[in-house]
């Protein structure tokens, strides 16, 4: 397969070299940029970025922007990376259309395990096995394992499963898991989200406690 391009934006350039370091190990192409407005030229000039990490705070053009601008002509998966931890600038980033938040200091393990996350959600690499936390999930299978033993789920556990961990770490409403478990054509309440959410982390154990309750939003799905 293609080295996919992942344009790392962040104006210090010690950080830029940290995660181009760590990703170039796991074979992607990396793309540097200085500043929002350096970030954007890049982006418009190139169409084969498959990702892109984006600092917020930055001089000339900030990560919101930047964030907008994109998202008026393109879904390619953005990763906030940020100083900043309030919830509100989550939720604003969720808002603006951020497929992931990550804030400063961060592993960069954890980083590149975030980027391969949202590269599989969005299809940029297929997989079907994936095991994460001591659970290992088998899509083509229909297999899910605890420890390596084998839990039984209905087929909208099983969905509501897959979505979670192919979501890592993103707060995801009601509304959306409705939407893309369920699908859009579903007419049912919210309720039913939170019966196979308890559902789901009975089964799992302890491991039920990576599906995180964010009030008044849904929730997130988050090894510890």
Not at 117 to 132: F, G, Q
Request: overall charge negative; glycine content about 6%.
């Amino acid at each position: 397969m293609d080295k996919l391009n992942i344009l790392v934006v962040d104006d210090e350039s010690r950080m830029r070299k940290i995660i181009k370091d760590f990703l170039t190990k796991e074979n992607y192409n990396v793309i540097e940029a200085s500043d929002g407005q350096e970030a954007l030229d890049i982006f418009f000039s190139n169409n084969t970025i498959n990702l892109i990490i984006l600092d917020v705070m930055m001089p000339r053009v900030d990560g919101w922007e930047v964030c907008r601008e994109i998202r008026e002509f393109s879904d390619v998966p953005i990763i906030m990376l940020t100083a900043k931890g309030e919830e509100k600038d989550e939720l604003l980033g969720f808002k603006l259309g951020v497929d992931e938040y990550i804030t400063k200091p961060f592993s960069p393990k954890v980083l590149v395990a975030r980027v391969e996350a949202v590269l599989r959600r969005t299809n940029s690499i297929d997989v079907d096995a994936i095991e994460v936390g001591g659970i290992y999930m088998d899509k083509a299978a229909h297999i899910v394992k605890v420890d390596n033993q084998n839990i039984d789920l209905s087929y909208k556990e099983f969905e509501l499963l897959a979505y979670f961990i192919q979501n890592q770490g993103v707060a995801l409403s009601r509304e959306k898991i409705l939407n893309n478990v369920w699908n859009y054509d579903y007419f049912g309440d919210a309720r039913t989200i939170d019966t196979h959410v308890k559902k789901l982390r009975s089964k799992l154990g302890d491991k039920g406690k990576y599906i995180k309750t964010i009030w008044g939003l849904g929730y997130k799905f988050e090894v510890e």
